[in-house]
């Protein structure tokens, strides 16, 4: 018989056995739903990055065709006076030759005895024969031109009307298309808002965020460096060509022509033929943080032409009207203005890499040192901007300019 004493000691036994069977379970399952959890949460970073990115990419694809449209009306701007030079050229041409036509008509009319004669006008319809004799007479004066001539260049005038005519319905339609593609912008911008609102970047999205932009500037430096070795290549075959076949080539002319300093405050854009497209280094973008603190989009407008014959030697920045501006760099900041940039700021950073701001709605507080990341305007559209954004130029080492874009879009 066993005794209660046993029995219970046997009792307690596999009681504790079978606790420590579901604390072991227990802790297993813990354990397990652990990483589970941590793998969810790194998950939903993913796609609320993927989801703002998208947002981001569709605003800067707006930004880009906008500015594409406004690279277009300058063009236009530019083709439409030369086409108007060419056509008062043509018809001061042709004015000259009706007046030196109509004198030779003249002289011989009063030379034939005629009491009266026909003024150039309608020539086809000169059916007098006096008339048609003495427009004989007149192409072959030796003083004077040959109608054929005259003829030719009315033809040019009228093609040079219309090729002035065709501009300016282009640039007409060109100023629609560009004010239905603000529209756009402005409407893909306040999207990307309402993403990043719902969104709420926390530090997980922000890495993942961060992350994406990195392996896009990866591609990036791998891309411009695929171009340049085959640029590279080209140039050694052409060479190797010419070499061949005895040429001597002139090795004078084919490089650049160092370009505009690009520090201009004044324009932010450089006269003359586009700057150097030099490929952006392999750390574009460190070092330095995006200068806009808010939402924006942004577009590759390096050496596109611009008003007056300038070519653009920066990176333009869209943004609502009074966005937070700051530092890119720690450094100094130094405010000015001018016509075209209207409020600029140069901040002068720590490395020596300068970078110029314009536009600006206004400045927060005067000429000073600042930390990177401290706020040193707004964003606006004071000089020549025809909406708010930050014009942005980049000048390492405080040398020439360079494109901006793969910069911004390292850190953006």
Known sequence: MTSPRSLWSRQSTRRLAAATVVLTLGLSAVGSTIPVEAQTDSEAARQAAREIQAARDRANEAAQALFDAESLIDTLSLEIAEAQRELTAVEAESSEMRRSLEASAVRRFTQSGGSSFILLGDLDEANDELTAEVLTAVTVEAATVELDDFDAVIKEVDEARTRL??????????????????????????????????????????????????????????????????????????????????????????????????????????????????????????????????????????????????????????????????????????????????????????????????????????????SQGEQIGTVGQTGNAGTPHLHLQIHPGGGTAVNPYPYVRAVC
């Open 165 to 370: 005519e065709r501009r300016q319905a282009e640039a007409e339609q060109a100023s629609i298309d560009y004010a239905a593609l603000q529209q756009r912008t402005e409407d893909e911008i306040a999207r990307l808002i309402e993403v990043e609102e719902r969104r709420q970047i926390d530090e997980a999205i922000e890495r993942e965020l961060q992350r994406q932009r990195e392996e896009r500037a990866r591609q990036d430096a791998a891309a411009a460096q695929a171009a340049a070795d085959r640029q590279s290549a080209a140039s050694a075959a052409a060479a190797s060509s010419n070499s061949n076949s005895g040429s001597s080539g002139s090795s004078g002319s084919s490089g650049s022509s160092g370009g505009s300093s690009g520090g201009s405050a004044g324009s932010g854009s450089s006269g003359g033929s586009a700057p150097p497209a030099t490929s952006p280094p392999s750390n574009a973008g460190r070092g330095m943080t995006c200068p806009i603190r808010g939402n924006y989009a942004f577009a590759n407008t390096w050496g596109a032409p611009r008003s007056g014959g300038r070519r653009h030697q920066g990176v333009d920045m869209i943004a609502p009207s009074g966005t937070t501006l700051v530092a890119a760099e720690s450094g100094t900041v130094r405010f000015s203005t001018n016509r075209l940039g209207g409020n600029a700021a140069w901040v002068t950073g720590n490395s020596g890499t300068k970078y110029y701001y314009a536009h600006l709605l206004g400045f927060t507080g005067g000429n000073r040192s600042v």
